[in-house]
């Protein structure tokens, strides 16, 4: 690569006055494309105002920029107004969770306390039941043993019976029982 310096200076790659053809050299030909350049530009814009059309694009720049600072503030607004409808949405949220949750607490415990007095309740009942069970039970065995034992009874005393009676004792009782039978006929 050359030095800039050497570029300019060494007029060995200038083209003569005779002769047309390109300088490939970009150092040495910036300067003469800008000079036709801004002649071009003076030329053409001597009715335009430089200084003008520079105003008129900065003001419309400047309208863009504070139109979109109003749009941005609008915006936050909007979203300033949204996250108070938030938050207040989220207040009422929680206050009801809180007060859904304590309500569920006390429900909770009101009837976990109806089911531990229905159960006592419930044990109550079974305990009467089997006392009335029980004592159903102790009865039918005392008549059941009152019944075995007056049969036993019985079954002695008829076999009592029957081993001391003989004909001639159960003939007198016979007629014993029936003058007591005649008695009674008498005194009606």
Same mark, same amino acid.
């Given at each position: ?24 050299? +970009? ?5 003469? &494309? ?16 430089? %200084? ?5 694009? =900065?003001? &419309? ?7 979109? +600072? ?32 304590? &309500? ?21 009942? =079974? ?35 029957? %081993? ?10 016979? %007629? *014993? ?5 005649? *008695? ?5």
């Amino acid at each position: 690569m050359k030095n800039i310096t050497d570029s300019f200076l060494s007029l060995g790659y200038w083209t003569s006055a005779g002769s047309f053809g390109f300088n490939t050299d +970009i150092l040495a030909t910036n300067p003469i &494309n800008l000079s036709v350049v801004l002649g071009v530009l003076i030329f053409f814009g001597k009715g335009v105002c430089a %200084s003008c059309l520079l105003s008129d694009l =900065l003001d &419309n720049r400047k309208q863009r920029i504070l139109k979109t +600072i109003r749009n941005s503030e609008e915006l936050r607004e909007g979203a300033i107004q949204q996250l108070e409808k938030a938050r207040a949405r989220l207040r009422k949220v929680e206050m009801e969770a809180n007060r859904f949750r304590v &309500n569920g607490y006390s429900e909770i415990e009101r009837e976990k306390l109806n089911l531990i007095n229905s159960i006592y309740t419930t044990l109550e009942q =079974l305990e009467n039941y089997k006392n009335e069970t029980i004592h159903f039970e102790q009865q039918r065995a005392i008549n059941q043993v009152r019944q075995r034992v007056f049969q036993q009874a019985l079954q002695g005393a008829l076999g009592t019976l029957n %081993s001391c009676l003989n004909n001639e004792l159960h003939l007198r009782t016979i %007629s *014993a029982n029936i003058g007591m039978f005649g *008695a009674m006929k008498e005194i009606k």
